[in-house]
């Protein structure tokens, strides 16, 4: 870590792609955790939202976050009208702390606790990504611990898939299994 984007360095991203006037949707993703710059990624927000700036709607902005509790709370607090997805990618503690060290910091039920929190102030379901892999949260016992976790309140999932990458360790969840998983989850509706 070295430093946090400005405000005007993350619009700088949006404005600087060639399609930039023809974007339906922004997702906060990948050059950070969002929450741990929250000043500069809600000045962000003001100005992609503002009239004299994109005039986007918030509701076709997310910011996914690997889930800082106390910011979840204060996102609510602050009444944003933004979509919240949360890189979940498992429902067990052990499993998301293998994934994301980050879980030893934040683990489950203190993120549960700011999502109810944040889903009771907002009215805004948010979104779970979930990134399936072999072997590791693919299997029905994985299915069932996320749909537990899910009864806490109203959500999305969102089930990506892996794309196998050389040496990383990690493998593409089978066909089998992610149908498997889906159907289990949908079944849970």
Same mark, same amino acid.
């Given at each position: 870590?070295?430093?946090?984007?400005?405000?005007?360095?993350?619009?700088?991203?949006?404005?600087?792609?060639?399609?930039?006037?023809?974007?339906?949707?922004?997702?906060?993703?990948?050059?950070?955790?969002?929450?741990?710059?929250?000043?500069?990624?809600?000045?962000?927000?003001?100005?992609?939202?503002?009239?004299?700036?994109? %005039?986007? &709607?918030?509701?076709?902005?997310?910011?996914? $976050?690997?889930?800082? =509790?106390?910011?979840?709370?204060? #996102?609510?607090? +602050?009444?944003?009208?933004?979509?919240?997805?949360?890189?979940?990618?498992?429902?067990?503690?052990?499993?998301?702390?293998?994934?994301?060290?980050?879980?030893?910091?934040?683990?489950?039920?203190?993120? %549960?606790? &700011?999502?109810?929190?944040?889903?009771?102030? $907002?009215?805004?379901? =948010?979104?779970?990504?979930?990134? #399936?892999?072999? +072997?590791?949260?693919?299997?029905?016992?994985?299915?069932?611990?996320?749909?537990?976790?899910?009864?806490?309140?109203?959500?999305?999932?969102?089930?990506?898939?892996?794309?196998?990458?050389?040496?990383?360790?990690?493998?593409?969840?089978?066909?089998?299994?992610?149908?498997?998983?889906?159907?289990?989850?949908?079944?849970?509706?």
């Amino acid at each position: 870590f070295t430093a946090n984007l400005t405000a005007n360095q993350i619009l700088n991203q949006i404005q600087s792609l060639p399609e930039n006037d023809s974007l339906t949707n922004i997702v906060f993703m990948g050059m950070g955790e969002p929450l741990l710059n929250y000043e500069q990624v809600l000045r962000a927000i003001e100005r992609i939202t503002a009239q004299d700036g994109l %005039a986007m &709607s918030p509701y076709r902005i997310t910011v996914s $976050t690997a889930g800082i =509790p106390e910011k979840i709370r204060q #996102l609510a607090d +602050d009444g944003v009208r933004f979509n919240l997805a949360l890189s979940l990618h498992a429902a067990k503690e052990t499993t998301r702390t293998f994934l994301m060290p980050v879980n030893k910091a934040y683990p489950l039920s203190e993120i %549960a606790g &700011s999502l109810k929190y944040f889903v009771e102030k $907002t009215g805004t379901r =948010p979104t779970f990504e979930y990134l #399936l892999l072999k +072997d590791i949260n693919d299997s029905l016992e994985d299915a069932k611990a996320l749909a537990l976790y899910c009864r806490q309140f109203p959500i999305k999932i969102n089930i990506i898939e892996y794309n196998n990458v050389e040496g990383s360790g990690f493998h593409h969840s089978p066909d089998k299994n992610r149908d498997a998983f889906i159907r289990f989850l949908e079944g849970c509706n």
